[in-house]
C-alpha cells in the first residue's frame, strides 16, 4: 500500500523558514516522481514542486521558483522541501503525491496518482 507522510508545517512569521518533510512507503521509490502541491482556504489545490526520480530534476511554480527547494534522500525514502523567505501568501495546507518516473511542468492533480494528508503552514505578516 502506497503511504505518504507529510510532516513539518507550522507557524511561522514574515520572512522566516520551514522544512517540510515527506515520507514514502509501500513502493519502490526510486521509480517515482513527487511533487509537493498546496491548497490555501478557498482556493484550488496548486503543485508548487516536483523532482524526478534518481536524475533528480526539479521544478518550481513561478510563486515559489527562488524561495523554495525540494529535494529527495532515495535511502531514507523522504522528500523535503526547503521553504525560505515566506509569505502571508504561502500560508495553505501542504500535500505531497507521486506518479511514476518523472513530472510535468504542468504539475496538475490528476497527474499523480497517490497522495498524503496535508500538514498546515501558517505565515504571519
Known amino acids: 500500500e502506497v503511504q505518504l507522510q507529510a510532516s513539518g508545517g507550522g507557524l511561522v512569521q514574515s520572512g522566516g523558514s520551514l522544512r517540510l518533510s515527506c515520507a514514502a512507503s509501500?513502493?519502490?521509490?526510486?521509480?517515482?516522481?513527487i511533487s509537493w502541491f498546496r491548497q490555501a482556504p478557498g482556493k484550488e489545490r496548486e503543485g508548487i514542486s516536483c523532482?524526478?526520480?534518481?536524475?533528480?530534476?526539479?521544478y518550481y511554480a513561478d510563486s515559489v521558483k527562488g524561495r523554495f527547494t525540494i529535494s529527495r534522500d532515495n535511502t531514507k525514502k523522504m522528500v523535503y522541501l526547503q521553504m525560505n523567505n515566506l509569505k502571508p501568501e504561502d500560508t495553505a495546507v501542504y500535500y505531497c503525491?507521486?506518479?511514476?518516473?518523472?513530472?510535468?511542468?504542468?504539475?496538475?492533480?490528476?497527474?499523480?496518482?497517490?497522495w498524503g494528508q496535508g500538514t498546515l503552514v501558517t505565515v504571519s505578516s
Open positions: 503525491a507521486t506518479r511514476r518516473f518523472i513530472c510535468l511542468a504542468t504539475m496538475r492533480e490528476s497527474e499523480f496518482t497517490s
Open positions: 509501500g513502493f519502490i521509490f526510486d521509480d517515482y516522481a
Open positions: 523532482i524526478s526520480t534518481t536524475v533528480g530534476s526539479t
